[in-house]
């Protein structure tokens, strides 16, 4: 039992140096002059060298310098190109980031509207909930995470010495929103739709993986899709209102999560 | 020799990779006589590269050609490296009769080599092979109606008829010149008796539309399979069966091609009819409902148009709505279809707001929608009810007057863009959660809060036992004082430093107890007599040594230090 006790306050000390003093280390080492090359890219934009903006922005994410405001003059600059479907996805990708930046949302659904296919989506009951949770972001997701798992076994380990009803009830309260939080960031992380957008002006989808089967319908540019399945370079995609079929994937953009 | 080996096929591989080296280019099939409903297996090896384009091959239209996959090989043989690239295709004859096929051309590094050329012969399906194989499959396509009026619908149905197993059957592309096309149902798979011999149909239709006049053709739909030859057996039930000369030289299955016939059809003109007449075919039911009839000046009420009926309604369009005093806002057409019977019914829906802008009483003048009744042959239309609404004056108007008033017009929007770029640097590098947080979240935190527990249960037991502690310690303290005796007064402080253990361990006061004292307390905590007796020795020992006023020499104090150090590692191991 001595033993013990004097492993576990080790470890804890362990723990709060490495939890406390590692990201700040990390954090330094994660210099890029991405600043520079993002001032390139909105200068690039701004005089209209769409095609250059477009390479300074697409530089910054190669080199993992990840953020909405990034995926968002991204695709800015493809609209401007003239290239919807991958202005779509890349509005989309920065829904993941700022999910609830009036911006962001006025220009996709700007975009959408300039698409040519008109879908009715088929909503379950399920799905119109998963819905309200994109207006989260994965990172504000991890903080609810991490706050709540600090505030439940903070608790917890409080009640274990002091024993207080109202402590525990405040365990109890906490761990209902714990729980509720790892649903989010598992569904965030795992459970998010694969999707993908169409990027020639006209795509055929068949029945099956290869040109010689039956041509199911036509998509056009920027029509949005969920991915079911890839083989052989070719994509299974399912439609909002449930059609199904296979496409090349030369055709689309896919989000690889 | 071992090295020199390994450089010489290093090398002669790469000359073999060498673009262009010695490239040859062959066509093989595996017969050149086929019927005109088989398919032939077509090889087109490259040889000397890997990296030869697609072939070209010429076959002047007598042969539809699909793809059936590509494949590389590196050859060393007896040290020489031969690189090779072989295209294969499946080739099925459009007409009976003697063609060349190929030559195959393939382009390498800007080089065109050309293949050789293969005779062809393919001869007619005799009428009575013809007949042999519908008696086993078969395809069929058929039309509902083969003079419809334009725009009118009409239902194309394919069956497969089968009464062997198959398989990978799949259709060529197919499209309906001349026709819009919707989908029927799914596949549809079921069993049919037909004269008393069961086969298996599998089924699909399609909603056809024409919007061509005059004569159309539906072309053939091609289908390909596997058809699948269970080997001869002898004394079974299906030996007759698989008897049938049908099957006599086959192995084990065999790809066919089927093809239905191609249909005509005749589309007719439909008579003239009024203005109003928008080219909706086919019977039409019109439907129209106003959420709310009484409303005030700039509130809205939600007006909807249904239409149903087998008409093609997709690209239906209503005319404008031009009411007094009345603002309409059209909302996005909403498009349903259902199957009844064997024909497809379509049903949109228009919603329009309406707000009206003076109050009153206003009547909106019925829905009128023509169309042409195929079978009657005629026009006939479809007429609404009049609807009213009471418009009374609105408390609030004076702040509508911005949206709705007469004097004062809301803001037009003469274009629209997307939002502009983000300039700020910082938003680049945003708070992001490092994961080490994450981990320490998942796994950190509770595994401290079970420190804590661990902990939280000791300093209870030491609440609740007095004793606890000193026990827990007692063994500790013991090896300390160990250590710390003196061979100066050892028996002294080696009997007190054995008793003051025991004391602390069992919860007595030791250091105040003679040896028989203690003893007796032993007794009762249950310890084994050879255990209880080395103590007593012990302790005597010390006591004589102690008055007897013995001096100790060291091989007799290591042995005791070594015997009390044993004694307490043994009481410590019973007690716990």
């Known amino acids: 039992m001595e033993n013990l006790l004097s492993v576990c306050m080790k470890t804890t000390i362990i723990m709060i140096f490495w939890v406390f003093i590692s990201p700040i280390g990390l954090a330094g080492s994660e210099k890029f002059d991405s600043v520079e090359i993002f001032q390139s890219g909105n200068k690039a934009y701004q005089s209209g060298d769409f095609k250059g903006a477009i390479e300074f922005y697409d530089k910054l994410l190669k080199n993992g310098v990840i953020s909405g405001t990034i995926y968002y003059n991204l695709a800015n600059s493809y609209f401007r190109s003239g290239e919807l479907g991958k202005t779509i996805f890349y509005y989309r990708q920065a829904i993941k980031y700022i999910p609830r930046d009036p911006d962001l949302l006025f220009s996709l659904n700007y975009a959408r509207l300039k698409t040519e296919d008109k879908i009715e989506p088929h909503q379950s009951f399920f799905s119109k909930i998963l819905e309200e949770l994109q207006g989260l972001s994965l990172n504000e997701s991890k903080i609810i995470f991490v706050s709540l798992s600090f505030l439940f076994w903070t608790f917890l380990t409080i009640n274990f010495f002091l024993n207080r009803n109202y402590l525990n009830r405040l365990s109890v309260f906490f761990l209902i929103f714990y729980v509720f939080s790892i649903f989010i960031i598992s569904y965030k992380s795992f459970g998010d739709d694969h999707y993908g957008v169409i990027i020639s002006k006209k795509a055929k989808i068949y029945s099956g993986t290869g040109k010689n089967n039956i041509n199911l319908f036509s998509l056009s540019e920027g029509c949005e899709f969920k991915v079911i399945d890839q083989s052989n370079g070719w994509i299974r995609l399912q439609l909002a209102d449930n059609k199904q079929g296979w496409i090349e994937s030369s055709q689309v953009l896919i989000d690889s999560n | ?484 005796i003196s061979s100066h007064h050892f028996f002294e402080e080696a009997s007190m430093t054995l008793r003051n253990y025991l004391g602390d361990k069992l919860d007595f006061d030791g250091k105040a107890m003679a040896s028989n004292d203690v003893m007796r307390k032993l007794e009762t905590f249950k310890f084994s007599i050879s255990l209880q007796k080395r103590v007593e020795n012990f302790i005597k020992k010390c006591e004589a040594g102690q008055y007897g006023n013995k001096e100790i020499t060291s091989s007799e104090q290591n042995e005791m230090m070594s015997e009390m150090l044993s004694l307490g590692k043994e009481i410590e191991k019973v007690s716990s």
Do not use: C
Not at chain 2, 208 to 217: A, K, M, Q, R, Y
Not at chain 2, 307 to 329: A, I, M
Not at chain 2, 348 to 357: H, N
Not at chain 2, 450 to 461: N, P
């Open chain 2, 1 to 484: 020799m071992k090295t020199y080996f390994i450089l010489n096929t290093i090398i002669l591989t790469l000359l073999g990779f060498h673009k262009g080296y010695g490239v040859t280019v062959t066509m093989t099939v595996e017969q050149n006589q086929i019927n005109l409903n088989e398919s032939l297996m077509l090889q087109v090896t490259v040889e000397g590269t890997r990296e030869a384009s697609d072939p070209v091959i010429t076959h002047g239209d007598s042969f539809e050609i699909h793809d059936g996959g590509t494949s590389s090989q590196i050859q060393i043989i007896n040290g020489r490296t031969t690189s090779s690239k072989v295209f294969q295709y499946m080739i099925y004859p459009k007409k009976a009769g003697e063609f060349d096929l190929g030559p195959a051309q393939v382009e390498v590094d800007g080089k065109t080599y050309s293949s050789n050329i293969i005779k062809i012969v393919v001869s007619g399906e005799s009428k009575r092979e013809s007949q042999k194989n519908s008696e086993y499959f078969y395809v069929k396509a058929s039309i509902s109606d083969q003079q419809p009026y334009l725009g009118e619908q009409i239902v194309f149905t394919f069956q497969f008829f089968r009464r062997v197993d198959v398989t990978q059957a799949q259709m060529s592309p197919f499209e309906f010149k001349g026709f819009w096309i919707e989908d029927l149902g799914k596949q549809n798979d079921y069993e049919k008796v037909i004269n008393g011999i069961p086969w298996s149909v599998t089924e699909f239709k399609k909603a056809l539309f024409p919007h061509e006049l005059g004569s159309l053709t539906i072309d053939p739909l091609n289908l390909t399979a596997q058809v699948l030859v269970r080997q001869k057996r002898r004394g079974g039930f299906f030996d007759s069966f698989f008897d049938d000369p049908f099957f006599r030289g086959m192995g084990q299955s065999k790809q066919v091609r089927l093809k239905t016939e191609p249909i005509k059809i005749q589309v007719q003109p439909i008579p003239p009819l009024t203005n109003d007449f928008q080219g909706l075919v086919g019977k039409t039911q019109l439907k129209v409902a106003l959420s709310k009839n009484n409303l005030m000046v700039g509130e809205s009420a939600t007006l909807t148009i249904e239409l149903s009926g087998s008409s093609y309604l997709r690209d239906f369009v209503l005319p404008p709505l031009n009411w007094e005093n009345v603002k309409t806002y059209d909302d996005q057409p909403k498009i349903e279809s259902t199957i009844s019977g064997s024909n497809l019914i379509t049903k949109k829906s228009f919603k329009k707001a309406l707000v009206p802008s003076k109050a009153g009483e206003i009547q909106l003048p019925p829905f009128r929608i023509d169309y042409f009744d195929p079978e009657k042959e005629r026009l006939a239309t479809l007429l609404s009810q009049p609807i009213t609404l009471n418009i009374s004056e609105n408390p609030n108007e004076s702040q509508l007057t911005h949206v709705v008033g007469s004097e004062k017009s809301s803001v037009k929007l003469l274009g629209e863009d997307i939002m502009p770029i983000k300039l700020s640097a910082s938003e680049i590098n945003a708070l992001k959660l490092s994961p080490i947080y994450l981990i320490f979240s998942a796994f950190g935190l509770p595994i401290l809060s079970l420190f804590g527990w661990l902990y939280s249960r000791r300093l209870q037991r030491i609440q609740s036992d007095s004793g606890y502690e000193k026990r827990s310690q007692a063994y500790k303290i013991f090896l300390k004082r160990v250590k710390a």
